[in-house]
T-cell receptor, first 112, second 110 residues
């Protein structure tokens, strides 16, 4: 089954404790991206990757890092999480850089 | 800066009561306009892409249309299973970053 898999789905952590949200897709897509979704603000892109070893900032990259060492994986790293990073995070992939995205199920992160 | 405004924010319909959702946009050179459906606790699910004014796409009870300033998602004879949040997004020729609207929450009562 074609899918984008994110882990963990739910996480509660404390300020400053580094964490990684993993994302993996099994569709051989070149393009992958991370979004956060907040009430009243909608979906905002954090980072995107056009291909292996190619990443670029989206609209809200501050406080986040990403890497793309393999085509299928695109982890999101929060080096020192803060409460304003409490949000619902989505990973998405696409066969090319279009807006036709396949989204994961989401990861709900709470930073205390 | 690309902008997307969706209206209404919320819509309640009776089963069978047709209606339309609006997506107004401003973009520097439209590359594509996209509609998604999002169920509670799930990631958005892609529905349609529209590329140019006058284009229409259909899927079951949904029909998406596009003008130079806005898109409509028409829902004909909706059923309770059509209840979801519908998201609109645009992608400009200048940027690779899709801009999403805040969505319209649709509830269809049986």
């Amino acid at each position: 089954e074609a899918q984008v898999t994110q882990n963990p789905r739910y996480l509660i952590t404390v300020t400053g404790k580094k964490l990684t949200v993993t994302c993996s897709q099994n569709m051989n897509h070149e393009y992958m991206s991370w979004y956060r979704q907040d009430p009243g603000l909608g979906l905002r892109q954090i980072y995107y990757s056009m291909n292996v070893e190619v990443t670029d900032k989206g609209d809200v990259p501050e406080g986040y890092k990403v890497s793309r060492k393999e085509k299928r994986n695109f982890p999101l790293i929060l080096e020192s999480p803060s409460p304003n990073q409490t949000s619902l995070y989505f990973c998405a992939s696409s066969p090319s850089n279009t807006g036709e995205l396949f989204f994961g199920e989401g990861s709900r992160l709470t930073v205390l | 800066e690309d902008q997307v405004t969706q209206s209404p924010e919320a819509l309640r319909l009776q089963e069978g009561e047709s209606s339309s959702l609006n997506c107004s946009y401003t973009v520097s050179g439209l590359r594509g306009l996209f509609w998604y459906r999002q169920d509670p606790g799930k990631g958005p699910e892609f529905l349609f892409t529209l590329y140019s004014a006058g284009e229409e796409k259909e899927k079951e009870r949904l029909k998406a249309t596009l003008t130079k300033k806005e898109s409509f998602l028409h829902i004909t004879a909706p059923k309770p299973e059509d209840s979801a949040t519908y998201l609109c997004a645009v992608q400009s020729r200048r940027s690779y970053i899709p801009t999403f609207g805040r969505g319209t929450s649709l509830i269809v009562h049986p």
